[in-house]
């Protein structure tokens, strides 16, 4: 059966913010396809997540070349569902991907080398179906490549028509203001910053990563927003066997400490005051910074995606609610 978008998607259903000093107009929510997307994960979950986030307004959907499990995945699921589904579509959308983490064997498999770059965007838009990315991020700063050959990669990579902008990912404040000029003088302009960023992990606010974006006219997106899932209610009573804890991944066991459970459940109980879930308002203290452009959140079911979404229509937190919050953090 062929796809049609919701009619309404632009409709009340979703704000948009300037990145930057861009004429690039972001979702405040937007979709990364880290985990939920991959081989591993049912085809047809993945679809219905994706249309559903596009039919409520997500026009941003950002992935990376080694997201699944396994890697290339989750951009192969996507590229099935822009062939099949979203191909008519492609100018209403903007996709983003990234290179840099481990990916393929061998010494050009990760790092930001020129070669690996290259090779990486190509690969990408064949798993993809597309001819471009909106986005194209170095994923992670590479200490032993010059950040000139990273930068002028990125730069060639716009030239050639394989990507329209250049982002950076988790990059230290330092290495992004020298990144942010030599981008500039490469005539291709950073538009955009993303780093891990939530309640429970303000470092942007206190590096000088979210300053610096605003100085240089680079817009921030925050991933991570419910801190892996600890800004849910998945481990307010343990942890649960299906959760990414007890399946070994990324979050570890020794995260959950009892005073990070003290810190959540207090959280929560301040949610609940609110007349809403701990996640809603995560995100919804995300969107009360001003120099965050969007905020990338991840999605297991469209039922999760829905309610993330709900955030949109909460009124946003009060000063003395984000004094509470403060509170909360440094007083248990």
Not at 110 to 124: D, T
Not at 286 to 314: M, P
Request: a neutral charge; aromatic letters at 10%.
């Amino acid at each position: 059966m062929q796809y049609y978008p919701s009619e309404d998607r632009y409709r009340d259903k979703m704000k948009y913010r300037r990145c930057g000093k861009s004429g690039i107009l972001l979702p405040e929510i937007s979709l990364g396809l880290w985990h939920n997307f991959g081989g591993v994960d049912p085809y047809e979950g993945s679809k219905a997540k994706i249309l559903y986030a596009f039919d409520n307004g997500i026009t941003h959907f950002d992935l990376a070349n080694n997201y699944g499990p396994p890697y290339g995945s989750a951009e192969e699921t996507f590229g099935r569902i822009i062939k099949n589904e979203l191909y008519p579509y492609r100018d209403e959308l903007l996709i983003s991907t990234k290179a840099g983490h481990d990916m393929w064997k061998g010494p050009y498999g990760e790092w930001g080398s020129r070669k690996h770059l290259f090779a990486s965007i190509n690969q990408s838009l064949q798993r993809m179906n597309l001819e471009y990315v909106d986005i194209f991020y170095s994923h992670r700063y590479d200490p032993d490549t010059p950040l000139e050959e990273t930068m002028q990669a990125l730069s060639d990579i716009v030239k050639a028509g394989k990507a329209l902008y250049v982002g950076i990912s988790k990059y230290p404040y330092d290495v992004a203001e020298k990144a942010y000029k030599i981008l500039k003088e490469n005539k291709t302009p950073c538009l955009i910053l993303q780093g891990r960023f939530n309640i429970l992990e303000e470092s942007p606010l206190n590096n000088g990563v979210l300053s610096g974006c605003e100085k240089n006219g680079v817009g921030f997106i925050a991933f991570s927003p419910l801190a892996q899932g600890l800004l849910s209610d998945r481990y307010l009573n343990g942890i649960p066997n299906d959760s990414r804890i007890a399946r070994g991944g990324y979050l570890k066991k020794e995260t959950l400490t009892e005073k990070q459970i003290s810190i959540i459940k207090s959280l929560n109980q301040l949610a609940i005051d609110r007349g809403e879930s701990l996640a809603q308002m995560a995100i919804n203290w995300l969107l009360g910074h001003h120099s965050v452009t969007s905020v990338l959140i991840g999605a297991s079911s469209v039922e999760q995606l829905k309610i993330n979404l709900a955030t949109l229509n909460r009124p946003p937190l009060s000063d003395q609610e984000k004094q509470l919050i403060q509170n909360i953090l440094t007083s248990i």
